[in-house]
């Protein structure tokens, strides 16, 4: 290993030794909760410097590739590549987790001894989630995206004396450990047809499709079909999203945007690596299912999300449709990525900053977070109730919102790219959405609820706050960070 392989891994590296050392500290030393969990936010504070740090390491580069095997030909190809995507990706990812690490603080002291190892795989978990956005080989995303996996599975039942908790894990771990065999199936089946496990290099999926035309593509075609199904289940698009609503209605509060947001955002990054950067010359084949799934996903996570009387589900059922939309922009391939991104990241602030409210309106340990909770917030809590009103207002993509931006970007390059009444359908759906937000908003300030609000921790008014600015600046003054994703494309 040379000094730029370290730097292209220094951000995992960091996060597996703060893990190490948040467990170290807590269970060996007996420190307490201050000091361990000051060291779980320095490593990813650190960890997203050093994604900053691969950037400029790049300097005029477009990127490189790293951990190439030389032995056989079919392993003739690298592991990790760092390229502006990878190192926008990274930064992204450790701020969601910072801020996920900050909304899950409160629980994180109701759990006693056991707050260590919910911290130490908060930081293994986006591990595995910055690990999906480098992965230069199907195999090494394939083992990413079980890290974070696995993490979430048990996060997802850590209040274990609540049975909703229990089920929610349960749910989770049954049909995520179905994807994933779906998805590594598809691998197989991928390497069958092509002969290649790795995007970039001699022996990779770019250069087959360069230089081979494939005469029979059922195998490739099934092969495509199958990993587009196991990153849909990743990123709750319908009709994938079966266990999204369970989950995260039954998973404590504190760990539920985390698992959200950081999930979400890995995968479409991923996603957009292997289908458009990886396979850009079988776009024919893959970015129709792609549209597919998209209206899919728009038309059931609305209709779905204008039912419920949950805010937990409501959430869930809405983040299908916001999976479909960002769909919408992957469907034009590569010309579409900066749309992605700009809509992914700002996408999870937001959900982040929704979720923490979640957990400060309805506790952090869990459960229902019903209408009922946040009737009269207006009164009883102004200020909880302004900014998620600003959230809610972005989510559903008002105008001087990052999530109208997002929209139109995504909605932009979809007409560009001949995908006319995908966008047409999207447009109504969102109306559907502003809909359910509103309704939220409606209950907040023209119902009449009871009982006092807890006082909201500095941790989740922290989280809370860099959500709302980042909802409004970037809606406000989009430019500078549309410029920086622009120039993010993977190589």
């Not at 410097?49 to 190809?77: C, I, K, M, Y």
């Not at 038309?299 to 999300?305: D, K, R």
């Not at 009982?451 to 909802?471: E, F, L, S």
Request: charged share 10%.
């Amino acid at each position: 290993m040379n000094r730029a392989d370290l730097v292209a891994v220094l951000p995992e590296v960091i996060l597996l030794a703060g893990a190490l050392a948040v467990v170290t500290l807590a269970v060996f030393a007996d420190r307490p909760r201050a000091e361990w969990g000051t060291a779980a936010g320095l490593a990813l504070f650190l960890a997203g410097v050093a994604a900053g740090v691969q950037w400029w390491a790049l300097g005029d580069t477009p990127g490189s590739l790293h951990f190439s095997a030389r032995g056989l030909e079919v392993l003739r190809n690298p592991m990790v590549v760092m390229d502006p995507y990878s190192a926008l990706a990274g930064i992204a990812i450790c701020v969601v987790g910072l801020l996920g690490l900050l909304a899950a603080w409160e629980l994180v002291g109701s759990l006693g001894r056991r707050g260590p190892e919910f911290v130490a795989l908060l930081l293994l978990a986006v591990a595995g989630l910055h690990a999906m956005t480098i992965a230069a080989n199907l195999v090494l995303l394939f083992l990413a995206l079980e890290t974070a996996s696995i993490s979430f599975y048990v996060m997802a039942g850590f209040t274990r004396e609540r049975l909703d908790a229990d089920e929610a894990a349960l749910k989770y771990f049954l049909l995520g450990s179905f994807a994933s065999a779906i998805f590594v199936y598809g691998v197989a089946l991928l390497f069958a047809a092509t002969g290649a496990l790795g995007i970039y290099g001699a022996g990779g999926l770019r250069s087959f499709f360069a230089t081979t035309i494939v005469v029979e593509p059922g195998v490739l075609v099934v092969a495509l079909g199958m990993l587009l199904v196991g990153f849909g289940f990743k990123v709750s698009a319908a009709p994938f999203h079966q266990w999204a609503p369970d989950v995260y209605q039954g998973a404590p509060s504190g760990a539920v945007g985390l698992m959200a947001a950081g999930v979400k955002l890995a995968g479409f990054l991923a996603l957009g690596r292997v289908f458009a950067a990886g396979l850009p010359a079988q776009i024919d084949r893959w970015s129709s299912a792609v549209a597919i799934l998209a209206g899919v996903s728009v038309i059931v996570g609305s209709v779905l999300a204008a039912v419920q009387r949950d805010v937990k589900r409501l959430l869930a059922y809405s983040g299908v449709a916001h999976a479909g939309y960002v769909l919408v922009g992957l469907t034009v391939g590569v010309f579409g990525l900066p749309a992605v991104t700009f809509y992914a990241t700002t996408y999870a602030v937001m959900l982040m900053g929704a979720f923490a409210l979640v957990g400060a309106v309805s506790g952090s340990g869990g459960g229902a977070s019903p209408f009922e909770d946040w009737a009269g917030l207006g009164r009883r809590a102004p200020g909880l109730a302004l900014a998620m009103t600003a959230l809610l207002l972005g989510l559903g993509g008002l105008p001087f919102t990052a999530g109208f931006v997002g929209k139109l970007q995504v909605f932009t390059a979809a007409i560009r790219g001949g995908f006319l009444w995908l966008v047409v359908l999207a447009l109504v759906t969102t109306v559907v959405g502003l809909y359910f937000y509103l309704r939220v908003v409606a209950t907040m300030y023209f119902d009449d609820g009871e009982g006092a609000v807890a006082a909201t921790p500095w941790t989740t008014r922290v989280v809370v706050g860099v959500a709302v600015v980042v909802t409004l600046a970037l809606g406000i003054f989009p430019w500078p960070y549309l410029d920086v994703v622009r120039d993010a494309l993977p190589l």
